[in-house]
């Protein structure tokens, strides 16, 4: 038989297996036949593992004691490698259906399981989870409201930063449209505006107030453009709202002052470029986003993903693939390297908040102080261990010389 299949005795003897069945398994028929099925195949010593033993035990059972078909859903249960190549466990990702054989008395003459391997499938899947809980990891970092919808404009996704500010959750937003977040006298112009840009495709954006979760609101600048696949049809559309309160509080102010229209228009052309440079970082999202960030993999602390913003605190050093250690020696020496190991350790975030921190950022030898404000913050696998650590942080000089601009 061209397949996976195993014929089992009511006491789970093996009396038969399929050349694949063998070939799947690293087993030889001699090694096989007459010896207890569960026994055969020892669990690789872990704790998921040891369940996923339990399950297969009682799908068996289960198909002896009811007569009928058992389905035992997809399972990890790696398979032993024989001493001859090298031992161990190979890991394997497994559906069977176990289907009992009835004698003319009505009892079970034996159990014939089907197996299929879809070790190949649960990995792509699991890596594609991976990925995505990268994606949303990164989009909840940004400062900004994130959002994302489907090419017919439905919300697909909503960052944390979102939910913080307007109170609401994803299940509150699956109930009730996002428009109950918009100010009623700006929400027909927005409708207008995005009804427009659907049907035209193209990218839109739109001032507008957007309630808080204490019912105040406060002036966003939001923008969207849609993401197209290689034939230029439209996936989904990404968005952005960034504050602007602050910006438009001071128009308001210029409008009920005349006498100080003259004064002021600087500062006010001033606040709209600032406005306008934050709408373009975020045109990249993550790799251009307007606070320095990277990602280190391991205990080791090694650079495995960085953003222009990063870069340009140490211009003249190359990071990616080095530790922090190597790359950073002089802020190893200030203890930091310590207080990553404790992240990794512990999962617990670092906050810092505009400490002195001296950094050789052009590689020169001497090391210059800079004042940052940064975050340490542990990344998780798919099974709750830290990977890594994500560093979010901003230079207070470069706010401050920002602002003294304004």
Request: aromatic share 10%.
């Amino acid at each position: 038989m061209p397949d996976t299949v195993v014929f089992l005795s009511p006491d789970l003897k093996v009396l038969e297996a399929t050349d694949d069945y063998l070939k799947t398994t690293m087993q030889t028929r001699e090694g096989l036949i007459g010896k207890d099925f569960l026994e055969m195949f020892p669990d690789n010593p872990t704790e998921q593992e040891s369940k996923n033993m339990l399950l297969l035990r009682e799908s068996l059972l289960r198909a002896i004691q009811t007569k009928k078909p058992d389905y035992l859903p997809t399972i990890r249960y790696d398979i032993p490698i024989p001493a001859s190549r090298g031992g161990g466990f190979e890991k394997r990702y497994w559906e069977a259906v176990h289907k009992p054989v009835l004698g003319d008395d009505g009892n079970v003459l034996y159990v014939i399981q089907k197996t299929s391997d879809v070790t190949q499938r649960e990995v792509a899947k699991r890596a594609a989870e991976l990925e995505e809980s990268k994606y949303k990891f990164m989009m909840n970092a940004l400062p900004q409201l994130i959002y994302t919808a489907a090419p017919d404009g439905k919300a697909t996704f909503y960052n944390q930063r979102w939910y913080d500010y307007t109170g609401t959750s994803a299940e509150t937003l699956e109930q009730h449209s996002w428009q109950e977040s918009i100010h009623l006298e700006d929400l027909l112009r927005v409708e207008q505006i995005v009804e427009k840009a659907m049907q035209e495709g193209t990218e839109f954006q739109a001032e507008v107030r957007i309630k808080d979760k204490n019912g105040r609101y406060r002036w966003f600048l939001s923008r969207s453009i849609p993401m197209r696949d290689k034939h230029g049809n439209i996936l989904l559309w990404i968005g952005s709202a960034v504050d602007i309160d602050a910006t438009r509080q001071l128009v308001l102010e210029l409008e009920q002052s005349h006498g100080q229209m003259v004064e002021l228009s600087e500062q006010v052309q001033q606040a709209y470029a600032k406005a306008e440079a934050e709408r373009k970082v975020l045109e990249r999202l993550v790799m251009k986003a307007p606070v320095f960030f990277c990602i280190l993999h391991g205990p080791e602390h090694r650079y495995r993903l960085l953003n222009e913003k990063y870069q340009q605190l140490m211009p003249n050093k190359e990071l990616i693939g080095k530790t922090v250690a190597e790359a950073l020696p002089e802020v190893a020496e200030q203890g930091f390297v310590k207080v990553l190991d404790e992240v990794y350790t512990t999962g617990k975030d670092f906050v810092a908040e505009g400490i002195p921190v001296m950094v050789d950022r052009y590689n020169t030898g001497k090391p210059e102080q800079m004042h940052l404000t940064f975050i340490y913050q542990a990344i998780y696998d798919e099974n709750q261990k830290v990977t890594g650590i994500m560093v979010c942080g901003y230079d207070l000089a470069e706010r401050s010389s920002t602002k003294n601009e304004e």
